[in-house]
């Protein structure tokens, strides 16, 4: 069954947070910003959890089957949230596939606008970019954070993740990466100090954990990323495992 925008619909998604059931937007005009897969006049975007899963027409019919929550976008245009300038200009091959682009695998990052089905693809694109205020919904790695032209608190669908200034005891020591190369230490007063190649000290700074990705601010000014998957730690190309 397909529920259009009202607050009871919200309110079931607010429920739903933390993805216990996939969120379908169905019967809308969609561009992907993907030259293999091309535009729908109607069609559905499946999400499971931040990612884009499945998108084209007919996937409505199996929505009961996978407990989906149905949002019905029709009189809608689904566009990507960020949207490829560089492609839009036609200034890269049309083989080139997007990350900002609606299809399966990328972030469920997208923009819901009411729209005329005149409107070309260039048309409706321009018009987000002059003015992102027209979307009615916006989505961002499978989160609701605008609804009805309005933000939504982080809050009102879920919980904040916890960001903590150190590490946890599951975080805490000495990672080496699988060559043995470099050798990063993070500490319980929210330092890190990296030895590379024998040489000590070679990067040291600051970082704060979200979850279970790292950012690091090193004394030297840069900022950089890591994330712990499965009991490792990937940094820069690096993976790391605990000492």
Known sequence: MTIPFTPELFELIRENAGGHRPLLFGNARIITGDSL???FDRGD???GGSRVVGI?????????????IVIDC???VIVPAIVDVVRLRGLRPTSFRSPSA???????????????????????????????DAAHTVVVDGEIVLWGGRPVHADDLEETPTVT???????LGTWIDETGFVHQHLTADGRYDETRG???????GSYRITGDRIDYRDDLGFWAFGEFVDGTLQHAGYTFHRA
């Open 198 to 204: 024998g040489r000590p000290h070679a990067y040291q």
């Open 102 to 132: 609606l299809a399966p695998g990328n972030p469920a990052t997208f923009a819901i606008l009411p729209v005329s089905r005149d409107d070309s693809e260039t048309d409706v694109l321009q018009r987000f970019i002059d003015d992102p």
């Open 56 to 68: 084209g027409p007919g996937l409505l019919t199996a929505a009961d089957d996978d407990g989906a």
């Open 165 to 171: 200034d150190v590490a946890s005891g599951r975080h």
């Open 74 to 76: 029709a009189g809608y």
């Open 45 to 47: 975007v499946l999400l």
């Open 37 to 39: 897969i091309g535009g």
